[in-house]
């Protein structure tokens, strides 16, 4: 009888799943396990540390359905966990591979470097609507919510966390739900005035409803789970994954739920600021996230980090065919640079990529601003904008206005591409501080069609943000003066 080494069985089972990249930091513990990885055909991508890895793999995942990374054990492991817990938290599925002493070290007890030196090792109504949240998007059940929407014609909503997963040009999509950061007309249409939310993988963290201002009352929420269905808060043992076909199979055999014409939105999902600022005025928030969608193409992967970031994304209109995400329950700051290494990579193979694109602030970029060094390495080419803020917006505006812990050191961001691929095309657009400058960069058609990688420094107050944070910051405001001092305030976090 053959026998298979564990090794080897390993990677052909990751083969398997459709990984065909996996990311890692080599280490002497597993050198002769990465030996091996090829004979699998999996090739295996070098990161700058750990945490990119890691966040890497998981973007991988998000966009291939499983994703996998490489360490050595003890500091090489605990510097991945970060952005491994990340994925545990919003459900993506990453398989992380330690390479650790031999069996007879183990056994043995020896006090081997990387350790810790002490030899251990070891129901239908007239007012229903449909909202997107993010288990839909880690089900991979996307383009069913959107026939489901598409077949009943009821108002189609998504979370932060479902953002960039659904077909935004539905006639009957209605737009971003946050409890108290939405706008007041989404707000009303699913806490007052529907009767029957169909509420597709909800995940109720802070940033996703507006640190816990959704106010939905649970006897009308029907609630669709990877394991189960929640309906009027009793919990049935069928998921999504069966719920969910049969819902559209029903649908497409009784006209009776369905509504003869879609439905018309009254509100705009996403209100243009008021006021068209001179072409010299200062680039505003309001002004970039209301611009950025005339860049934005079907085919684009678009990730924001955590912050100022994914608060406008989320409040900035995308075509169909365009997709993006940010990590809205971990929100782990440095993640999406490397994320999205693993996840444009991901979606190259697939033959699914149109354009990469990141957003993120200058603060978080100054974690992993290595992840830039594979995006060149891979032949990955991205628009990234860094919005120059001076520092944590979000946590100026929640503590700390003028405090020094909030300000980040002055880098010279044009000078990156150079420091991090010598000799490989890139492109540098910036300083752009004016409205003018900016709508002139998204419409240019050379920007628009660069073949390689193009960085952006975006100029923006340090005091501004995205209307969405102020709406947050309101409605926290107001429930911490109505239940104070009874209940601990929220906060939008750090």
Not at 24 to 34: C, H, Q, R, S, T
Not at 144 to 158: N, S
Not at 409 to 416: A, M, R, S, T, V
């Amino acid at each position: 009888m053959s026998h298979l080494k564990i090794s080897d069985y390993l990677f052909q089972r990751l083969a398997q799943l459709g990984i065909k990249t996996v990311f890692g930091v080599p280490g002497d513990y597993e050198l002769a396990l990465l030996d091996l990885i090829g004979d699998a055909g999996v090739k295996f991508s070098g990161s700058a540390n750990e945490l990119i890895a890691s966040n890497a793999a998981d973007g991988y995942s998000r966009i291939n359905g499983a994703g996998a990374f490489v360490t050595t054990f003890g500091p090489g492991e605990l510097s991945g966990y970060c952005g491994h817990a990340g994925a545990y938290a919003e459900f993506v599925p990453v398989v992380h591979v330690v390479g650790y002493p031999g069996v007879e070290a183990m056994r043995e007890g020896r006090l081997m470097h990387h350790s810790l030196g002490d030899g251990r090792f070891g129901v239908y109504h007239e007012m229903a609507i449909i909202l997107a949240d993010g288990n839909i998007v880690r089900n991979h059940l996307t383009a069913e919510a959107d026939k489901l929407a598409e077949l009943t014609r009821w108002p189609y909503f998504t979370t932060c966390m479902g953002k960039g997963g659904v077909n935004e040009e539905l006639p009957n999509y209605a737009g971003v739900y946050a409890g108290g950061g939405s706008i007041p007309e989404i707000r009303k249409a699913i806490e007052d005035d529907s009767d029957l939310v169909l509420w597709l993988g909800s995940y109720r963290t802070d940033f996703n409803t507006g640190e816990m201002t959704d106010f939905v009352d649970g006897k009308k929420i029907v609630d669709l789970q990877r394991f189960f269905t929640k309906i009027a808060g009793e919990n049935f043992k069928v998921g999504m994954h069966s719920v969910l076909p049969a819902l559209i199979a029903q649908v497409k055999q009784d006209s009776s739920v369905v509504k003869k014409e879609s439905v018309k939105v009254s509100w705009d999902p996403y209100p243009a600021p008021a006021g068209q600022p001179d072409s010299s005025a200062a680039l505003t928030q309001d002004y970039l996230w209301a611009t950025l969608p005339h860049l934005f193409q079907p085919g684009d992967l678009i990730i924001g980090e955590t912050g100022t970031s994914a608060f406008g994304l989320a409040a900035s209109r995308y075509p169909a065919g365009c997709k993006g995400y940010n990590q809205t329950v971990w929100g782990s700051i440095g993640y999406a640079g490397p994320s999205a290494v693993g996840s444009f990579l991901a979606a190259h193979e697939a033959g699914t990529l149109n354009r990469g694109i990141l957003v993120t602030g200058e603060g978080s970029l100054q974690l992993t601003p290595m992840a830039f060094a594979e995006f060149l390495m891979l032949g990955l080419k991205p628009i990234v904008f860094v919005l120059k803020n001076g520092g944590y917006t979000v946590e100026r505006l929640i503590h700390g206005k003028d405090a020094f812990y909030n300000a980040v050191p002055k880098w010279d961001y044009k000078q990156l591409s150079t420091v991090f691929g010598v000799g490989m095309e890139s492109k540098y657009y910036g300083p752009i501080g004016t409205c003018g400058d900016f709508e002139a960069l998204v419409r240019s058609k050379d920007f628009r069609d660069g073949n390689c990688f193009q960085l952006v420094e975006l100029i923006l107050g340090e005091m501004d943000a995205p209307a969405s944070v102020g709406l947050s910051a309101a409605a926290i405001e107001a429930f911490n003066q109505k239940h104070a001092p009874k209940e601990a305030g929220a906060n939008l976090g750090g």
